[in-house]
């Protein structure tokens, strides 16, 4: 769940810059050791499995040795942990420095860069793209937690904001969705143009975690990214919504819908005569999720029914397709992302996958671990030595049989944050 807040004001200073950005091969060769962690090793508090384990399972050793212990109290009950966490969490002040992506179709969306680190950090510096959950954005705590936690090692990171999401500007009539990759494939087409020398990552929440699996499944082998970490994702959206309608996850369904009806009424001039098969009162008077993507977002995207766009948006389907090192953390007692959902047998089959499942944690909660209760979640620490293992082992090569790197146009507007 995450909780929308109006968000600061951006003063606007506009200028226009032109890349040009086209690679033909991308090889990435990630780390091969044969270390083994014995299951003895591995506290049982811990559910641990999948095709990668021995591969990672070296680098979070000193983590996954130990119990979860989560913060008492609070963690007692997955809705107690899941609403703290969203309401009383800290959020790091970082000054960030706005840049909006005219995508493709005309839309646009907002990536929010750590101020400064343009100047400061060297060009080859790994990259972390985070993508925060429905309604989500740069302002929200967890995010920003975690690009703390990256920043202090050295890593240069970006807020992927999708459309009308942390401000992120509507310029077309066209939200996101669960299963629209095309925004994500562009900021990293974009980051990677920029950054021709730095390796590439990605970690992703909840709804945002669920695009980047498809992401990934989508590139498949020609995948640009180095690693990715998938956090609290609900993997099948059918099994989410039906969690959505019993007892008080209603709660979370409109609370979430009252956001997107928020975001939607600031950009209701651009639907005004959209006609065709949408909804755009239902949609406007949102009272769950459901009406919302009833009204728009499966006629938006082309889908014939709610279940469809649910079952076909899932991205239970993509795992088998990864092919890049992929973590997914999830929590046993998450009321939002089930754990009814997670696909074990395919994580467990993929070779490039590793999946944590904690006995507790609710829905981006994880208050455990030294910085709890305030601080960042039990995740961070485990992601950052995740990704770390990843970058100390991982060489990437670019090559081309057309000299060196050249460019795809993008209109870009940046800001400070």
Not at 53 to 66: G, I, Q, V
Not at 110 to 131: E, F, H, K, N, R
Not at 242 to 258: M, Q, S
Request: include cysteine; proline fraction near 7%.
């Amino acid at each position: 769940m995450a909780k929308l807040s109006s968000g600061p004001t951006f003063p606007i200073s506009i200028s226009r810059h032109t890349y040009h950005h086209r690679v033909t091969a991308c090889h990435v060769a990630t780390p091969t050791t044969t270390t083994t962690i014995p299951f003895a090793d591995l506290h049982p508090s811990l559910e641990v499995i999948g095709g990668a384990r021995n591969r990672f399972l070296p680098a979070l050793h000193s983590t996954l040795r130990h119990s979860y212990d989560p913060f008492p109290f609070i963690a007692w009950n997955p809705h107690v942990e899941t609403i703290f966490a969203s309401f009383f969490r800290s959020i790091p002040d970082v000054r960030l420095r706005r840049e909006c992506l005219r995508t493709q179709d005309g839309g646009a969306v907002a990536l929010d860069w750590v101020a400064g680190d343009q100047y400061q950090l060297p060009p080859d510096s790994p990259i972390l793209i985070l993508m925060p959950g429905l309604t989500g954005g740069s302002e929200n705590s967890y995010p920003r937690h975690m690009l703390t936690k990256a920043r202090s090692k050295g890593w240069r990171v970006v807020v992927f904001n999708s459309r009308g999401c942390g401000n992120s500007p509507v310029t077309t009539p066209q939200f996101y969705s669960a299963s629209f990759v095309g925004d994500m494939r562009e900021v990293v087409e974009h980051v990677s143009g920029i950054y021709p020398e730095a390796n590439l990552y990605a970690a992703a929440w909840s709804l945002g975690a669920n695009i980047l699996v498809r992401y990934l499944g989508d590139e498949s082998h020609a995948c640009p990214l180095s690693g990715a970490v998938s956090l609290c994702n609900p993997f099948n959206l059918v099994y989410a919504f039906e969690e959505f309608t019993k007892g008080f996850n209603r709660v979370y369904d409109k609370a979430l819908a009252r956001s997107i009806r928020n975001i939607f009424k600031r950009h209701i001039l651009l639907f005004e005569d959209i006609g065709g098969e949408y909804n755009i009162p239902l949609a406007l008077n949102a009272r769950q999720v459901r009406d919302f993507d009833e009204g728009l977002t499966r006629v938006s995207f082309g889908f014939k029914s709610l279940d469809e766009y649910y079952y076909k948006a899932s991205c239970f389907h993509s795992i088998k397709h990864v092919q890049v090192p992929l973590l997914c953390i999830q929590a046993a007692n998450d009321p939002i992302s089930p754990a009814r959902a997670i696909p074990r047998e395919e994580i467990e089959a993929n070779r490039n996958c590793l999946l944590i499942v904690t006995p507790k944690g609710g829905h981006l909660g994880w208050v455990a671990g030294a910085e709890a209760p305030l601080g960042g979640p039990w995740t961070d620490p485990v992601v950052m030595d995740f990704l770390e293992h990843l970058e100390r082992g991982t060489h990437k090569t670019v090559e081309s049989s057309n000299g060196p790197l050249t460019a795809t146009s993008k209109n870009l507007h940046h800001a400070e944050v």
